[in-house]
């Protein structure tokens, strides 16, 4: 009969040289004159890289044109109030003394707006916004207090977040000899291409309206989400452009969000120098949470927009590193001990 083996043998690692970890390794011996060269020439290259980000960002064009309406003298004072002036409309006319380089970036941007909160981030109903249409009867509880309404009748799309969609609409004119000439706006392709192609999708039914029977738009929708685009029927319900990136929240109080792109037509170079009128159809409110409204018209770069904070950072960092090669080399041959024999 063969000898039964102990329980420690049985638990023990195989005689090998990985499991034993004999296995041969290099370890770097971190001396002066390694670490003050790598610091110096980390230094230099960090250094060239923010210069390069800095003059870029420095180089791209940025308008941004406040359309709040406090002041008095604001085109947009009158409709300041959406609540109490419905279907407002106001102009802002502005100039361009050179070309605005293409392709131009057209932005909404908002101030003081915490889409960061945490509950008003969960209120919606994933499986709503999936296309799951049992969903469409029965909303989720964290749609709250959007998740009914006083008829109690679901809300579709439910919850805080889609029901403060923006939506504020912008129509662009450059005045050639007196007339208003219309500057297309290209609002394909703005939103992230894993949110239309796979966040969020529409129910598959047909028409796409017959999904929403027996629901309710949210409150401060205009049209139900079916409806968000009349002139394009594959521009609607879950994976309309705007509604699509206005779910996807800002980590900051003051953000810009995309809401067309200038890339078509006799603009497609930018756009020219000459005067330009803008019609807003004001209809988003921010006075009762002190807000401001602005719309943004930038173009970019390799490097993306305009942000000079990365250059710098860069620059700081490139400074730091030269600065501490510096130090160490002085320390180092002010106190460095003498070899020994």
Known sequence: MHKKEKPEAVNRPDNTAFTQQRLPAWQPILSAGIVIPLFFIVGLIFIGIGVALFVTSRGLQV???????????SPCFSCSDPITQKNCKCTLNFSLDKLFEGPVFFYYALSNYFQNQRTYGASKDAYQ???????????DSSCSPYQYDANDKPIVPCGSLPNSMFNDTFALYQLVNGQKKVVPLDGKGIAWWTDYNVKYRNPSVTPLKDAFNGTVKPPFWPKPAYELDTAEPSNNGFINQDFLVWMRRAALPNFRKLYRRITEGDYAEGLPAGNYTLEINYNYPVLNFDGRKKVVFSNVSWMGGKNEFLGIAYLVIGSLCIVMSLVMLIVYAKFKFPEED
């Open 63 to 73: 308008m941004e044109l406040d359309y709040t309406g406090v002041e008095q003298n």
């Open 129 to 139: 916004l999936s296309g799951d249409v049992a969903y469409f009867t029965s909303p």
